[in-house]
Structures are given as structure tokens and as C-alpha cells.
């Protein structure tokens, strides 16, 4: 379904004038530099074709024949690849044998001269001629000698030719393209491809799949079969599972055309997710603003996305694009190949309910300098060490957007981490709050809980002892932070809230006495109590007469979090601040 979906999705794009998608046996690629040359094949100049300025420099993407699959052995790919390939020149490496490196230099650019003679042995076409004319003279010294060599030593790359005067590469070239796919066809015995159905040559090989996040530089594969455990019946690699070449290439091509989109592709966790649609939609669009991180200066856009789909969802979503067919796949880095991580295959309709399901959700009171919607890398986030990306436990990203997308529980890892991360630094934070809150709203929701649940802002009705609890500690540290002025480096939170929302009885003992001491400061120095005091006796009135439980379950220990921070938003909105002087 993956394959199929990713090669229909090819046939899409090659039907869209507007989208440079590579045709069979091509694809784009990074190439850096240019060999110009005249129609005797002599040098006219060597051009920088990198894009960018500084380190940041990049070589320009550009259709070209579809590079070889390397291992250890040489394999050249056709009218363009690196120095040692096309010039026969090694460069120096840290490390290596440098007459070693020459000499294996010298086979690859032998390697390289056949390949285009086996290639083009019927081919007239002038740019073929001249490229054939330059190689074969064998010397290069007018290459090295121009000024932009010395950039090509120093940071290597990919080098291709053009003709002087054409604004096309050789290997571009109507005749030339001809040619190359007549001499590339596809040879071997058919048989039945496992996605189309159509009969066609199997592929040995599948072409690796590039910018996966933590995968291989070099690219990696869904499909692939080299150890003895993998095969069946005597089959080696790709013939294990016979994907046509024709399926092959589309669904590779499309799938790094994915990955390297800006607007198709974000990264969830370890998961680099791609998503997109069978026909265009306005959600294939706004997927990325409504799930991926904004960028900088464009939240207010993504912001209004978000609104526009709350609205949408309610009004209701449009009958000619209910039903459209949309795809997300997450995949994540395994040793040499690519797994997948999750894969949803569903509708706008149904896709665009569960996103704003998912806000609904998580949806709780924030301050004022508090994004208004938290994408899922800022979720995640919250719950790693430190703060950083590095830090987000494998898995869980991937697990978050299979909730979201297939409408399911948030997972307790995730729910877990919050908490963890909570009691580690002490502080409950905006995301934290909004994923504890989330996941016990959306488990009480789709198990048909009849018990309440907690809510967007402060429920001084709702007498969970895990929320009680942490409703008496926030005000049992504004009663601190009031006897010392507001001004403290350290409050019972930064000593207490770990050991009092897991084992509060002794705990709040300890802070109950105190509060008595702090009371009697205020007292003392002239403040009012008076409001404190009706604070405290509300939300001591909701303690049973049992008392303080001795320990709080996982969930009451996220019900804690939420009241503690339901209660120190409240005591920060203007109009209980303006209260503290003793009105109740």
C-alpha cells in the first residue's frame, strides 16, 4: 500500500508542468561545478554552479542520469560524477594512502570514459562527440591551472559538462537522452510486479532513499534483502519480493522528492514525515503548518491555519474533499535500511477531525507570552532532558503522531516523560500542562468515562485529591512567595514538588507548618491574609476527612501537575491579582 501510494503520487507529479519531477532513469542531483567545452572538445572554461555564499555553499540540483548504486567496488555514473571519476585526479584525504588513492583514481576515470563509449557507441550528438574528444586527449592540466580548481580540491564535488553557448548540460541533450534511454532499457526475464500487477523486470536493486533523519548520508532502503535469514526459495536481494523497475523508480523518486520538500516533510521525534494527498488539497498545504514547528516569523499564518481548520470542522469540511485520499508515512533510521515508523492511509475529512481533535484536547489556560497552539516538536520537546532535540526518547514521536492521526490514546510514555520531567526540574510548564492534560481529557473521552475529568482552566469544584493537592501547593507557595516580598531564589517548589505529588502525607505536613510561619510573617509586617487565608480554607474544605492519601498513583500525579499550574495561572490573571488585598 506504501509503494503504491508513493508511485501513484509519481504519476501525479509527472502530469504537473509546474513540478520539475526526474522522468525514468534520471534524478536530480547536487552538481557543483562545470565543464565548458567547445565543439573540438577543447576547454573554454570551469564554472562554480554551487548556490549559496560562504560554507554554506551548495551545489545546484540538476537532472542527470540516475547515479550507481557504490559499494566497495568502482562504478561510474554517466556524464557527471566526482573528481577522481571524471578527470582521473585523487584528492587528498586524512588518513589515506594518497598513491593508493591515485591509482584507483586512474581505474575510475577508465571506468568513467567506457561507460559513456558503451553508452552513446551509435550517438552523434556534438556534445557526446566533444566530452569524448576532452577525455580522450587524456590531459587535464587546463583544468587544474583555472582559479576555481583550487576550490574544487579543497571541498570536492560533482562535476558535469555543457557545450559552450547551450544552456542545457550534455547529458540533458534531446539526442543524448535518446540515447540513454534506448541503451537503458530494461533486459532479464518478466514477471508479475507485487504492486502494479503489471508484468515487468524485477529490480535487483532499489535506489536508496535520501534524507531521512539519522539515516546514512548516502541513503538508505525500505527494500532490501543481503543476508541469508532475508531470502527464500534460492532468491537473492530485490528478487525476494519483485517490485517492477517501473514501480521501483516511481516510488523512489517520489519519496526523496518528499523528503527533500520543505512543506511536505517535518520531523516528528526521530521520525522524518512525509504526507500527501492523492489529488491537491488545501491540506496537503497547511499539514505542515498545522503539525510541524512554524518558522520563525510565520506563526501568525500557522496560527490561523489552525483556526481556520477549528472553524472548518465545525461548520463542516467540504464534500468534494471529504473523501480524498491522504497519506502520511513516518520513517525513522535502522543500521543500513529505513523502518517505518507509523503509516496512515485515510481521508481530509476524517484527518483534518482528529487534528482538531488533538488541539482540543491539549487546549489549556497559558500566559499571555505562551505560543497559542503547540506543534508536536514542541511537545516532545518539553519532555526531553535539557531541552534538546537529541534528547526526545525514540519511539515516542512517532507513537504521538499515531495518536493523533488514527485518533487513538496519547502514549503513556509520553504522559510518563511530562511527569518526570515536571518533578526533575521542578516546573510544570505550558507544554507539559498541555500534555498531561490532553492525555487524561482524551483517555476519559474515548473510554466513555463518566467520571470528571480535568479541564481547560481552574476547577475549584472538581475534588480529585491528585488536583486538590496541587492546587494547595501553588497556593501554599504564593503564601511564601507574599511573607518574602515576591522575591526568592528558591521557593517549597524547588525543595518539595517532586516528594509532595508522589508521597504527599508527610510532605504537606511539613509545608502545612510551614505556611503558619509564613502567615504570621505577613501578619507581622502588615499584609493582608485575609484572601490567602479563604484561598487555603476552599481548597482544604475538598480534602475528605480521611485526610492526605499517603502516595498518588501516575495519574494523580498528573492531576497534581495540572492543579498546581490551573492555580498559579489563576493567581497571574489581572483580576485576582487586583484581589489580593483581601476582597474575596
Not at 266 to 285: M, R
Amino acid at each position: 500500500m506504501i509503494l503504491q501510494a508513493l508511485a501513484d503520487y509519481y504519476e501525479r507529479l509527472a502530469d504537473d508542468p509546474s513540478v520539475e519531477i526526474a522522468p525514468p532513469g534520471f534524478e536530480q542531483k547536487a552538481i557543483d561545478f562545470l565543464i565548458v567545452l567547445d565543439p573540438e572538445g577543447n576547454l573554454v572554461n570551469l564554472l562554480d554552479a554551487r548556490e549559496g555564499t560562504g560554507r554554506k555553499r551548495r551545489g545546484r540540483p540538476t537532472l542527470v542520469p540516475k547515479a550507481v548504486k557504490r559499494t566497495a567496488g568502482i562504478a561510474a555514473n554517466l556524464l557527471w560524477d566526482t573528481v577522481p571519476y571524471v578527470v582521473g585526479r585523487a584528492l587528498p584525504e586524512k588518513g589515506k594512502n594518497f598513491e593508493k588513492q591515485s591509482a584507483r583514481a586512474v581505474q575510475k576515470h577508465e571506468a568513467f570514459i567506457q561507460r559513456i563509449r558503451n553508452t552513446f557507441s551509435e550517438c552523434s550528438d556534438p556534445g557526446i562527440q566533444a566530452v569524448l574528444l576532452f577525455l580522450n586527449r587524456g590531459d587535464f592540466s587546463a583544468v587544474f591551472a583555472e582559479s576555481v580548481w583550487q576550490e574544487i580540491e579543497e571541498n570536492g564535488g560533482n562535476l558535469s559538462f555543457v557545450l559552450v553557448g547551450d544552456s542545457q548540460l550534455v547529458c540533458q541533450r534531446l539526442a543524448v537522452v535518446e540515447a540513454f534511454l534506448a541503451s537503458n532499457k530494461p533486459s532479464g526475464n518478466l514477471q508479475v510486479c507485487a504492486i502494479s500487477g503489471r508484468h515487468d523486470v524485477p529490480a535487483k536493486l532499489h535506489a536508496p532513499i535520501k534524507g531521512v533523519w539519522g539515516a546514512q548520508s548516502s541513503g538508505a532502503n525500505i527494500v532490501s534483502f543481503n543476508l541469508d535469514a532475508f531470502r527464500s526459495f534460492g532468491k537473492t536481494q530485490g528478487y525476494n519480493a519483485p517490485v517492477g523497475q517501473q514501480v521501483e523508480f516511481a516510488y523512489t523518486t517520489a519519496l526523496n522528492y518528499l523528503l527533500a520538500s520543505e512543506r511536505l516533510r517535518i520531523q516528528v521525534g526521530d521520525a522524518s514525515t512525509v504526507f500527501w494527498a492523492k489529488e491537491p488539497c488545501d491540506l496537503e498545504k497547511d499539514f505542515y503548518t498545522l503539525i510541524g514547528q512554524p518558522r520563525e516569523g510565520e506563526e501568525a499564518v500557522a496560527y490561523e491555519s489552525i483556526r481556520s481548520l477549528l472553524s472548518a470542522v465545525k461548520t463542516g469540511i467540504p464534500p468534494e474533499e471529504a473523501d480524498l485520499p491522504f497519506y502520511v508515512l513516518g520513517l525513522a533510521p535502522n543500521a543500513s535500511r529505513i523502518s517505518v515508523r507509523f503509516w496512515y492511509d485515510g481521508n481530509v475529512k476524517e484527518i483534518k477531525e482528529r487534528i482538531a481533535g488533538h488541539f482540543r484536547d491539549i487546549e489549556i489556560v497559558r500566559a499571555p507570552y505562551d505560543p497559542e497552539f503547540l506543534s508536536l516538536f514542541r511537545l516532545l520537546l518539553s519532555t526531553a532532558r535539557q531541552h534538546k532535540a537529541d534528547n526526545i526518547p525514540p519511539n515516542v514521536g512517532g507513537e504521538l503522531a499515531r495518536a493523533i492521526l488514527m485518533g487513538r490514546p496519547y502514549p503513556g510514555t509520553l504522559f510518563a516523560n511530562a511527569i518526570r520531567r515536571c518533578k526533575a526540574e521542578q516546573e510544570v510548564g505550558f507544554a507539559r500542562a498541555a500534555i498531561i492534560k490532553g492525555f487524561l481529557a482524551r483517555k476519559a473521552r474515548l473510554s466513555q468515562s463518566t467520571n470528571k475529568e480535568v479541564s481547560v482552566a481552574l476547577d475549584k469544584t472538581y475534588d480529585n485529591m491528585g488536583y486538590v493537592l496541587g492546587r494547595l501547593f501553588a497556593v501554599l507557595e504564593r503564601i511564601q512567595e507574599q511573607a518574602q516580598g515576591g522575591h526568592l531564589n528558591k521557593t517549597i517548589r524547588d525543595t518539595y514538588f517532586g516528594a509532595a505529588s508522589s508521597s504527599p502525607l508527610v510532605t504537606f505536613r511539613r509545608l502545612h507548618d510551614l505556611a503558619i510561619h509564613h502567615l504570621a510573617k505577613m501578619r507581622n509586617s502588615g499584609k493582608n491574609t485575609v484572601w490567602m487565608e479563604k484561598q487555603l480554607g476552599g481548597i482544604e474544605d475538598l480534602i475528605p476527612a480521611m485526610g492526605i492519601p499517603a502516595i498518588l498513583n501516575l495519574e494523580d500525579q498528573g492531576r497534581f501537575a495540572v492543579g498546581y499550574y490551573h492555580q498559579r495561572q489563576y493567581f497571574f490573571s489581572k483580576k485576582e491579582t487586583e484581589n489580593e488585598g483581601g476582597e474575596a
